[in-house]
C-alpha cells in the first residue's frame, strides 16, 4: 500500500501543506494498534461501548449527500462523536465526516496529533478561508490508498458547537486548515477526487473497482 510520509517529516518542505483524512500508515505505525499504549487506552474498557463503523467509500453515491444541520447536541449525536471517533483512530485516520460513515449529520472528527489524544470535534462547522492558495498532498478514508495533490487556502476560522453542544471558534492554519476544509467537503458531499482531472478521477474509479482496498 502507498505510503506517504511527507507531511510528517518536518524537514520536508513540502510536507507541511500536505493533509489526508486518511492518514499515511506514517501517524505512528498506528496500524499495528494493539503494541500502541495510547491506543490501548484509548480502547479501555470504560470505553468498550463505542463502535468502529463502516466507511463508505468511492464511488458509493451516498458520499455524495449532504449532511443536515445538527438541531441539538443529544445522546444520539455524543454517541455518533465517540463512534467516528473510535472509528477515525482504528483506520487510522487524522479526520472523519458523518457522511463517510453514512450518516447524513453535520458533524466532523479530525485529531492531527502524532500523539492521536487532541481530538477536535465540530458540529455544525461554519468556515471562513482566507489567505494564500497551498497545494498539499490529500488522501481520503474513503477514496483507500490514494494521494494527489489538492489546492486549497491555509487559513480558516471555524465557528462551530463542541461535543457538549458549546460554541467555539476556531483560527487554523497549516494542516489542521487543510483538514477542516476536505471534512467539510464531505458535509456537502463533495471528495478530494473532485478537485482533480476527470482523467485521473475515472482512473482512480477504475482501479478501486478492480482492487477493492481498506478492509471495509
Ligand atoms: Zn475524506
Known amino acids: 500500500m502507498h505510503t506517504d510520509y511527507r507531511f510528517l517529516a518536518p524537514d520536508n518542505k513540502k510536507q507541511s501543506r500536505s493533509c489526508s483524512c486518511a492518514t499515511p500508515q506514517a501517524i505512528g505505525n498506528l496500524t499495528n494498534i494493539n503494541h500502541t499504549p495510547e491506543l ?8 468498550k461501548h463505542m ?14 449527500k449532504k449532511a443536515a444541520v445538527v438541531e441539538a447536541v443529544d445522546n444520539a449525536i455524543k454517541k455518533l462523536v465517540e463512534d467516528m471517533l473510535e472509528t477515525m483512530y482504528q483506520a487510522p485516520g487524522i479526520g472523519l465526516a458523518a457522511n463517510q460513515v453514512n450518516v447524513q449529520k453535520r458533524v466532523i472528527v479530525i485529531d492531527i496529533s ?3 489524544d487532541n481530538p477536535l470535534v465540530l458540529i455544525n462547522p461554519e468556515l471562513i478561508t482566507s489567505g494564500q492558495d497551498v497545494k498539499g498532498e ?3 478514508l474513503s477514496v483507500p490508498g490514494y494521494f494527489e495533490p489538492v489546492t486549497r487556502k491555509d487559513r480558516v476560522l471555524v465557528k462551530a458547537l463542541d461535543e457538549q ?15 477542516i476544509q476536505h471534512e467539510n467537503d464531505h458535509l456537502e458531499g463533495k471528495l478530494f477526487v473532485d478537485y482533480l482531472s476527470s482523467l485521473k478521477r475515472s482512473r482512480i474509479r477504475r482501479k478501486i473497482h478492480k482492487t477493492p482496498q481498506g478492509g471495509h
Open 114 to 116: 502524532e500523539t492521536r
Open 165 to 179: 453542544g458549546s460554541k467555539i471558534e476556531l483560527n487554523a492554519d497549516g494542516l489542521l486548515a487543510v483538514c
Open 51 to 64: 463502535a468502529v463503523l463502516k466507511i463508505l467509500e468511492y464511488p458509493d453515491p451516498r458520499l455524495r
Open 138 to 140: 490529500e488522501g481520503c
Open 40 to 47: 490501548e487506552l484509548l480502547f479501555s474498557p470504560k470505553l
